[in-house]
């Protein structure tokens, strides 16, 4: 069975911190990571994906991935409340027709 | 403007009753997808349609079935065969399979009375 696995949190970090969300993953031959992020009773938001090892940025947010550990990471620079919220990981499957396996999600709590 | 649509938002069905959750797309996309999620975990994929007429069983697929009959379209449906059906249900899609990710609709919070 193919897992990815999140610490449930919640993850407190205070405004103006960075917030780093992490994810290890089972299936060695995954090629493609998302991140997405839920805010209560919403649906999942894309915010970022990477398939090469190393760092990606977009804004805020920077993905980091490492396929030989096969672990991937968000880090959120310069928190805001606004970004308190569950954050999803997302594999996509090896061999698959664009199948996710998502983690349970963190919870991110920003406080003032 | 493009999206993912989904209705209704909220459904409330007695046991022992078949509903459909109907999900509409405008964005060109080939594959469409059908999750549920339960409180604090993960979303878990239902089926998965690749193309019109096409479609396949995704992990927990007992006491569900869908259909493609359009490229928009990919309603679902929850029989009463299914043992535990209160659950928040996402629809998703992707323009296929090189994708840059699934989008999201803003789901259906069913709830079994």
Redesign the interface.
Same mark, same amino acid.
């Given at each position: 069975q193919k897992e990815?696995e999140q610490n449930?949190g919640p993850l407190s970090v205070p405004e103006g911190a960075i917030a780093s969300l992490n994810c290890t993953y089972s299936d060695r031959g995954s090629q493609s990571f998302?991140w997405y992020r839920q805010y209560s009773g919403?649906?999942?938001?894309?915010i970022m994906?990477i398939y090469s090892n190393g760092d990606k940025e977009d804004g805020r947010f920077t993905a980091q991935l490492n396929k030989a550990s096969q672990y991937v990471s968000l880090l959120i620079r310069d928190s805001q409340p606004s970004d308190s919220a569950t954050y999803?990981c997302a594999v996509m499957e090896s061999g698959g027709?664009?199948?996710?396996i998502?983690?349970?999600?963190t919870r991110l709590a920003v406080h003032p | 403007d493009g999206g993912i649509t989904q209705s209704p938002k909220y459904l409330f069905r007695k046991e022992g009753q078949n509903v459909t959750l109907s999900c509409e797309q405008n964005l060109n996309h080939d594959?469409m997808y059908w999750?549920r999620q339960d409180p604090? *975990?993960? +979303?878990? +994929?239902i089926y998965?349609s *690749?193309i019109v007429n096409d479609f *396949?069983k995704?992990d927990i697929a007992e006491g569900y079935s869908v259909s493609r009959e359009k490229k928009e379209s990919f309603p679902l449906t929850v029989t009463s065969a299914q043992k535990n059906p209160t659950a928040f249900y996402?629809c998703a899609s992707?323009r296929?399979?090189q994708?840059?990710? *699934? @989008? @999201?609709?803003?789901?259906t919070r069913l709830t079994v009375l």
């Open positions: 990815v449930s998302f919403k649906s999942p938001e894309l994906f999803l027709y664009n199948k996710l998502f983690g349970a999600g | 594959a999750y604090g *975990q993960g +979303l878990r +994929l998965y *690749q *396949q995704g996402l992707s296929d399979y994708t840059r990710g *699934q @989008f @999201f609709g803003p789901g």
